[in-house]
């Protein structure tokens, strides 16, 4: 099973970036499906971004379409969330999930498609 360990949150102003990384130990990397989640206090957990196993394939929530770019680098086993224009309600922990699964989008931002995951990386968003 493989290990994910994220970074790279911290607090910014609106309108600012923060690149988050999350490094993956363990089985072999590009055999995982990625997916990046997101959890605000008081909220459930909701999906944000995932890619393929080569990268060739990406799904994004609407609210983040346009802002936030996921990419994977299988030399370096590391997935990463590039969060450009960010605003106060993207202030949540984000967490990196792994699968072996990939499907239609309905299927891919579902939390229980992934059965591993991180500890979390704070992201938080001033106005």
């Known amino acids: 099973q493989v290990q994910l360990v994220e970074s790279g949150g911290g607090l910014v102003q609106a309108g600012e970036s923060l690149r988050l990384s999350c490094a993956a130990t363990?089985?072999?990397?590009?055999?995982?499906?990625m997916g990046w989640f997101r959890q605000a206090p008081g909220k459930d957990r909701e999906f944000v971004a995932a890619?393929?196993?080569?990268?060739?394939?990406?799904f994004y929530a609407d609210s983040v379409k346009g802002r936030f770019t996921i990419s994977r680098d299988n030399a370096k086993n590391t997935v990463y969330l590039q969060m450009n224009s960010l605003k106060p309600e993207d202030t949540a922990v984000y967490y990196c999930a792994a699968t072996r699964s990939w499907g239609r989008q309905s299927v891919v931002t579902m939390t229980t498609l992934y059965n591993t995951w991180g500890q979390g990386t704070q992201v938080t968003v001033s106005s």
């Open positions: 890619i393929s196993w080569g990268g060739g394939s990406t």
């Open positions: 363990g089985e072999t990397f590009s055999t995982y499906v």
